[in-house]
């Protein structure tokens, strides 16, 4: 956010963005963007970013600019036209600007920016196989430790439990094959683990306050919601390039 102020609105609810924060969403969030007359709000397409952990979708990260000035006063200095197009906006700050807000996003978490291989391995495989039943003792083993040894390392490097992270992939999951409006809510709940719709029911719901059918009806039907497919800022003074970073499980 350059200047002015916004109102970020998502299924989860709306948040109010202020100058100097920024604010990441995933491919698979729906949203609107609102702004004052005077605003000036800055968004692009982040085609790479660091997709190591979990961060929640929208991550509003505050006062990013005084945080990180230096990628702030680059984002500054890509203008809407001319020699910094869109395309090399993503291309040359993609993980820049990733890094930089899930840096801040670790730091207000109170955990540590640095990787545990361990965690990444168990988060890998838990990404490529959703499906499988995993539970915390195999997720452990994968990795030969025990089970209190495993959640130890996740609350250190992610400040959350295997557990908590095994949900938000699949709800990551969820939302990505909920976009498919030709795929039945059956075969989103098994290829995301869940044996049967009314456990996925509640999962979804428990995450977002809707059930997989009322998401997938409001967000990819309503006029004012829409996939990031093709985001769009309702109403901006000023906008450069459109922002998505890569899609976070």
Request: aromatic share 6%; charged share 15%; with cysteine.
């Amino acid at each position: 956010m350059l200047s002015g102020t916004a109102n970020l609105g998502t299924a989860a609810g709306t948040t109010q963005l202020a100058p100097g924060d920024a604010a990441w969403l995933d491919s698979r969030t729906g949203f609107a963007v609102t702004t004052d007359a005077r605003a000036k709000l800055a968004v692009a397409d982040l085609r790479v970013a660091v997709a190591t952990y979990p961060v929640p979708s929208p991550m509003v990260i505050r006062g990013f600019a005084a945080r990180h000035a230096g990628v702030a006063e680059l984002v500054r200095g890509c203008p809407l036209d001319g020699a910094c197009r869109a395309s090399v906006f993503a291309d040359g700050y993609g993980n820049l600007v990733g890094a930089a807000m899930t840096d801040s996003w670790l730091a207000d978490q109170g955990s540590e920016t640095h990787t545990d291989p361990l965690v990444t391995r168990v988060l890998e495989a838990v990404i490529a196989d959703p499906a499988n039943k995993w539970s915390v003792e195999s997720l452990a083993g994968l990795v030969h430790l025990s089970r209190s040894a495993l959640s130890a390392r996740f609350q250190k490097a992610l400040g959350r439990s295997p557990v908590r992270m095994l949900r938000e992939v699949r709800m990551g999951a969820a939302r990505d094959l909920l976009s498919d409006r030709s795929l039945p809510v059956e075969a989103v709940a098994s290829r995301c683990g869940y044996g049967s719709i009314a456990a996925f029911s509640r999962a979804f719901a428990a995450e977002h306050g809707l059930s997989p059918q009322s998401w997938r009806a409001n967000i990819l039907q309503a006029p004012g919601l829409r996939s990031t497919a093709n985001p769009i800022p309702l109403t901006t003074a000023h906008t450069a390039p459109s922002t998505r970073v890569a899609a976070t499980p």
